[in-house]
């Protein structure tokens, strides 16, 4: 018998986007539909790389399609097409689909380790990313990166680095090591207007930004500078921590800048025999997330593995990809994206939006 393409489609019409709560023949998901005698084959377009629930499509797409009468056999291909936020950057001259920017209340909580493993997973799944080390205090993603220089300059246009899949430029290569950068008011803020336009990122999915800490001039001026998709603000579990972090998620939310979510930065230690110890606390980013109606992303363990590799240039996403902690910065990565890309389709398209957490 003769497999048609309305079959084909009505059996895929049964399938479910979770995030979008729509089939994904409404959603215009299918294409390059061929059948060829009992063969089937598609591609899914998802809106980002990096789904959670990217194997569970394939599998129920898969599945619904060989329930078609006639099918023998069918093959899926998965590919994304990462939606624009739809936000006027004009100070960038190529396509940024989505901007995100990484904060913290306070330094040292691990902000450019959650901004660096974010955007390498992201990288990995095969968005194509951009990381801008913009934490004039303390640029530290470029030791994270094994990055030492930029290549040379095009004219007047910043050339990023590329490193583990994704381009890279830092306030911290644009000046000679040792030299601080003492970039105030006024001066900071045309400073960071300039650089932002200077810098040649090309087509971009997701431009990652690791913002200075705090919610002082530096971090104000950036999040002004360049519209965002969202924030996510990194957090310790003890309280002080979470005091410093609710002043950071009040400067996004007077700004205007959706928040993302909060992640929770050395939750715990696991021992050996595999129990955790909470060594500052416990559920503190959770119930930051729950009592400011934010999103909480997810806790990433203790494990010196995160700092050995910041030192020495290999993010653990990267290295060491089945470790737990690696796992749970692997898991935040999908949340953020999933988050953006319903958030973008949502405002592009009119669709509801409806977060599976
Ligand atoms: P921030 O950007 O907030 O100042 P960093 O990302 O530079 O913080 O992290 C501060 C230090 O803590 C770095 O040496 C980093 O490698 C280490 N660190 C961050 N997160 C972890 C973690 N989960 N486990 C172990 N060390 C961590």
């Known amino acids: 018998m003769t497999i048609t393409n309305e079959a084909v489609l009505k059996a895929l019409s049964t399938v479910q986007e ?11 998901m299918i294409k390059n539909l061929e059948i060829e005698g009992s063969h089937v084959s598609f591609t899914v377009m998802l809106t980002t790389p990096a789904c959670p629930f990217r194997g569970k499509i394939e599998k129920d797409s ?26 006027m950057r ?17 330094g040292g909580v691990g902000k450019s380790t959650v901004a660096v493993n974010v955007a390498v997973a992201l990288a990995k799944a095969g968005a194509r ?26 004219g007047p246009r910043i050339i990023p680095a590329e490193a583990y899949g994704l381009k890279m430029v830092s306030m911290g290569l644009l000046v000679r090591p040792g030299e601080p950068l003492i970039w105030r008011g006024p001066m900071l803020n045309s400073a960071i ?35 965002l998709s969202g924030a996510v603000i990194v957090t310790l579990p003890q309280l002080v921590s979470l005091e410093d972090a609710g002043r950071g998620l ?27 110890m909470d060594l500052f606390g416990e559920g503190g980013g959770a119930h930051l997330a729950h009592i400011t109606e934010t999103t909480y992303l997810g806790g990433i363990p203790i494990d010196q593995n995160v700092r050995i590799g910041g030192d020495t240039g290999k993010p653990i996403v990267a290295t060491n990809p089945d470790s737990n902690v690696a796992k749970a910065l692997t898991d935040i990565a999908e949340k953020i994206a999933q988050k953006v890309s319903v958030a973008a389709f949502g405002a592009n398209t009119g669709f509801s939006i409806n977060i599976v957490e």
């Open 62 to 87: 898969k599945e619904a399609v060989l329930k078609v009468d006639g099918v023998k056999t069918v093959s899926v291909k998965m590919d994304s097409d990462v939606p624009n936020d739809g936000r």
């Open 250 to 276: 009040n400067m996004f939310k007077k700004l205007e800048v959706p928040i993302l979510g909060i992640v929770e930065n050395m939750s715990y230690l696991e021992l050996p025999d595999g129990t955790k």
């Open 90 to 106: 004009g100070l960038v001259k190529t396509p940024i689909r989505n901007a995100i920017a990484v904060g913290s209340g306070k």
């Open 18 to 28: 979770p995030d979008l709560g729509q089939d994904l023949v409404t959603l215009n």
């Open 193 to 227: 207007r300039q650089f932002l336009g200077d810098v040649e990122w090309g087509e971009l999915d997701y431009l990652i930004i690791d913002l200075p800490p705090g919610t002082g001039d530096a971090a104000l001026s950036l999040v002004q500078a360049l519209p």
């Open 129 to 154: 990313v951009g990381l801008l080390d913009a934490d004039i205090y303390g640029p530290n993603t470029p030791t994270m990166l094994g990055v030492e220089k930029l290549p040379p300059p095009n």
